[in-house]
């Protein structure tokens, strides 16, 4: 009996660690990309363009990390 309910505990423990450690690393790293990618072509834009207002570019790829 105890070694049976350990045993489900183990498994379901697994099962749920694995389903939302599955299910958040593969979104965050997109957003994450995603994120970086969009950041870097409107920084090499603004940067060329704006080079004087550096300050806008960081505020604007810090704000949206904090709504994700």
């Known amino acids: 009996m105890k070694k049976d ?3 489900e505990n183990e498994s379901n423990g697994t099962h749920r660690l694995s389903s939302t ?9 997109t957003m994450k990309k995603d994120k970086i990618n969009e950041n870097r072509r409107l920084t090499a ?9 550096s300050s ?13």
């Open 5 to 7: 309910k350990i045993n």
């Open 21 to 29: 450690s599955a299910r958040r690393p593969p979104a965050i790293p």
């Open 45 to 53: 834009t603004e940067v060329k363009s704006q080079r004087s207002t």
């Open 56 to 68: 806008s570019p960081r505020t604007e790829s810090a704000a949206p990390a904090p709504i994700y």
